[in-house]
Antibody, heavy 124, light 106 residues
Framework: EVQLGESGAEVVQPGGSLRLSCAASGISFGGYWGHWVRQVPGKGLIWVSHVNPDGSITEYGDSVAGRFTVSRDIAQDTVVLQMNSLTTEDTGVYYC?????????????????WGQGILVIVSS | IVMTQSPATLSVSPGERVTLSCRASQDIDKKLAWYHQRPGQPPRLLVYATSTRATVAPARFSGRGSETEFTLTISSLQSDDIGTFFCQQYQTWPYNFGQGTTLDIK
């Protein structure tokens, strides 16, 4: 498991897996929606996934659906992204981000706090 | 929805007024946010709902617009404002961002 806020980059082979945690970000996710956003140089920011306050609702971008799983870690008051079947297209800096909506069903969809990010490189 | 920002880069003197543009490919019902990203840092929220300034955003930042045309204005550029500014629509999933306008100080 990789904590956002750790220095350096994570290198994974194509087809591999990685688990990202936002626990070290200093952001409290308790009662709020959590999102993951990827940044790729030249392609800007790409929304990846979100999870609602109680973990019962998750959604994914088309490029990661079926391979990534977002969840909440209630004990650590954070959000986690499990990434499987990684491809070179998944390379980028991954940020966790908080959405201040406390609704179970409706996020605000703008992000008031962001973690420091972790560079994930998928390469053989 | 495609978000297009202009200009791509801008070089401005301290104290100058700066206006950045963001265009949506369809009406987004004012569901637009702006973020500022300094080099090596995560983005930071400046404005949401087109014109509501975030609590941590300085008063020199203001947003306006409607339908498909939006602007972010910096009333008096400070050296802290270098970096890239992104707009983001959240009217329709997926919540697309613009490619950014990179600002540097003359």
């Amino acid at each position: 498991e990789v904590q956002l806020g750790e220095s350096g980059a994570e290198v994974v082979q194509p087809g591999g897996s990685l688990r990202l945690s936002c626990a070290a970000s200093g952001i409290s996710f308790g009662g709020y929606w959590g999102h993951w956003v990827r940044q790729v140089p030249g392609k800007g920011l790409i929304w990846v996934s979100h999870v609602n306050p109680d973990g019962s609702i998750t959604e994914y971008g088309d490029s990661v659906a079926g391979r990534f799983t977002v969840s909440r870690d209630i004990a650590q008051d954070t959000v986690v992204l499990q990434m499987n079947s990684l491809t070179t297209e998944d390379t980028g800096v991954y940020y966790c981000a908080r959405d201040r909506s406390t609704s179970t069903f409706v996020p605000f969809r703008w992000f008031d706090s962001w973690g420091q990010g972790i560079l994930v490189i998928v390469s053989s | 929805i495609v978000m297009t920002q202009s200009p791509a880069t801008l070089s401005v003197s301290p104290g100058e007024r700066v206006t950045l543009s963001c265009r949506a490919s369809q009406d987004i019902d004012k569901k637009l946010a702006w973020y500022h990203q300094r080099p090596g840092q995560p983005p930071r929220l400046l404005v949401y709902a087109t014109s509501t300034r975030a609590t941590v955003a300085p008063a020199r930042f203001s947003g306006r617009g409607s339908e498909t045309e939006f602007t972010l204005t910096i009333s008096s550029l400070q050296s802290d404002d270098i970096g890239t500014f992104f707009c983001q629509q959240y009217q329709t999933w997926p919540y697309n961002f613009g490619q950014g306008t990179t600002l540097d100080i003359k």
